[in-house]
């Protein structure tokens, strides 16, 4: 018998996903749940794009592509980011295609992070940075940001935690799971802080196009002085709505993307071909059914927060993604329990905010990428669970 | 005006105004101002339900009637128009370029019974040169509202 356990890697073994697992697997299992569980758009991707995908096919376009993807789809990149931010990035240097953001973010921490690195994480935050800081031998810094400060960083928590081992800040914004975001001068006053370091940035700008309110995103390297040290990452899966395609790409100084373009070619040789016409479509055509989705996620935003606050939780207002996360601490629960019993009792799936960090505890994660009946089914069903609760004599 | 306008056509227009105060962050009695507005300006001219028929036992049959006509002397096709959509049978009636000027859309409950209408009220209108039936065999899509069953979603239950 071979022990598995003493020959694999020690330092995978041991990463999560941990007990949080188990309610995920209840959750799909249960009947009739309804569920604000998940990280995708509801909307299918818009037809032109998928049209521009079998048309491919039927082309015969079923290759590789070159390492770091179709050259026409990084000038789309660079066109897109020219056009709304007034951007520079070269095609040939500065981008990189690749396996949905997730793959981006994995490969910009594998290369620049040396064993012992610190690597920045605001938290709560998606559950993906840790563990790749983790398996490229670096040592995961967390941030706490808190709700009233909007889940925002601010420059005076970013300046206590940077050390002379600090090699990378992570910028989570729009932020999953809070639907938190960064003005301008929130960003400024973070740049201010990194200035004259070495310190490197992630931005991960996947939400980047989903952002409500007056003032649009700005992507972190659009910040005086930040091109040269960022990696912005960004990709199709939620402005196009195309999260099963697998495409995400990364926008960098030219050292970084070609090293990032090494590691990408061993591990995954070129990103599906397929997926990159479909998104060459979507950045030439889809700009304004970008938009048409954004306005609907807003409805809902609005719909959902007010849902939250009129059943008496504690809810600040989101500005970005596709998320709301109110606070669950009036109940007494912890938010494993309220969500496990939630479950049991409503069959309303939610995620636990400590599934995306400690300092999640006390918040639930609900997305409202779900149409508007979905949305009012949930809430009623919630509403009724947290006033029977509140009766029992929760704090 | 315009956003309730445009919630109004994404729900069927059967969705509560408080909702729709929600849905734009501002109060109910300030939709019901504008929706009022909008409705004394005819610029929401009704409110329709979109029926599959096919799925009842009632029987529809519905036609599109192309019609050529000799515009009026100052007129115009306003005139035949008038008297053509004043016929309940009469769904829609659009002006159209191209080949043909009037396009009707009419609902009976036979073919009989649209052809009839036809022979008998449309053809004989003095400024009606020549019409052609084409009778509806199935509906996709109406409305922009798809009439095959909704997809279900199949997304996981919980993604992070």
Redesign the interface.
């Known amino acids: 018998m071979i022990d598995y356990e003493k020959l694999v890697s020690p330092v995978v073994n041991n990463l999560p996903p941990s007990g949080i697992r188990r309610f ?1 697997d209840m ?2 299992e249960m009947e009739d ?1 309804i ?1 604000l ?4 758009p ?1 909307f299918v991707t818009p037809w032109t794009i998928r049209e521009a995908g079998i048309y491919s096919l039927e082309c015969g376009q079923t290759y590789y592509t070159a390492n770091a993807g179709l050259l026409p789809l990084r000038q789309e990149i660079c066109n897109y980011y020219k056009r709304h931010y007034d951007l520079d990035y070269n095609a040939k240097d500065n981008v990189l295609v690749t396996v949905g953001g997730s793959e981006a973010i994995d490969l910009m921490i594998r290369c620049v992070v040396n064993e012992g690195d610190e690597v920045l994480i605001p938290e709560p935050c ?2 993906c940075y840790k563990p790749c800081t983790v398996m490229a031998g670096g040592v995961p810094v967390s941030i706490e940001t808190k709700e009233e400060d909007n889940f925002r960083l601010l420059p005076e928590q970013l300046k206590a935690k940077i050390t002379d081992k600090t090699k990378l800040l992570i910028l989570p914004y729009p932020n ?2 809070t639907g938190g975001v960064m003005s301008k001068a929130d960003l400024e006053a973070i740049a201010e802080v990194l200035k004259g370091t070495d310190i490197l940035v992630l931005s991960d700008e996947i939400y980047g196009e989903l952002r409500y309110g007056d003032e649009g995103h700005t992507p972190f390297s659009k910040i005086d002085d930040m091109w040269e040290r960022t990696v912005v990452v960004n990709g199709f899966s939620k402005a196009y709505a195309m999260t099963g395609w697998r495409l995400g790409y990364a926008l960098g100084p030219k050292k970084i993307i070609k090293l990032m373009t090494k590691v990408h070619q061993y591990g995954i040789m070129s990103s599906p071909t397929t997926s990159q016409f479909a998104a060459i479509e979507a950045l030439k055509t889809c700009d304004d059914e970008i938009k048409k989705m954004c ?2 996620y807003n ?2 935003r ?2 959902i927060v ?2 939250f606050r009129e059943m008496g939780l504690s809810c600040f207002e989101p500005l970005g993604a596709f998320y709301v996360f109110p606070s669950i601490k009036s109940t007494g629960m912890t938010s494993e329990e309220f969500c496990q019993k939630l479950l049991e009792e409503e069959h309303v ?1 939610v ?1 636990p905010g400590t ?2 960090g400690e300092s999640g505890e006390g918040f639930i994660r609900c997305s409202y990428a779900y149409s ?1 009946e979905n949305i009012q089914e949930a809430l009623k069903r919630i509403e009724k669970f947290v006033s029977r609760h509140k009766d029992k004599g929760g704090k | 005006m315009n956003e309730i306008l ?2 109004l056509d ?2 069927n227009g059967k ?1 509560s105004r408080t ?1 729709i105060a ?4 501002i109060d109910k009695s300030e939709v019901d101002e504008k929706i009022e507005e909008l409705e004394k300006q005819h610029i929401i001219v009704g409110y329709k339900t979109i029926v599959n028929w096919e799925k009842t036992d009632r029987e529809v049959v519905d036609a599109l009637i192309e019609l050529k006509i000799t515009p009026q002397r100052g007129e115009g096709f306003d005139k035949v128009a008038r008297r053509i959509y004043k016929y309940p049978q009469v769904k829609s009636l659009f002006l159209m370029s191209g080949a043909y000027d009037l396009a009707v859309m009419i609902e009976g409950k036979t073919m009989r019974e649209v052809a009839l209408f036809v022979a008998q009220k449309l053809a004989p209108m003095e400024s009606i040169m020549s019409t052609a039936t084409h009778f509806v065999l199935k509906k996709y899509k109406e409305e922009g509202i798809v009439f095959e069953d909704d997809e279900k ?1 199949t ?6």
Do not use: C, H
């Not at chain 2, 929600?22 to 962050?25: A, S, V, W």
């Open positions: 995920f959750a799909a749940t569920s569980g998940v990280g995708e509801d998606f559950v999953n799971p306005s609907e409805y809902r609005r719909y007010d849902g799936a995620v599934a995306f508007i | 445009k919630i994404n729900e969705v909702r929600q849905m734009l962050g979603d997304r996981q239950v919980i993604t992070l």
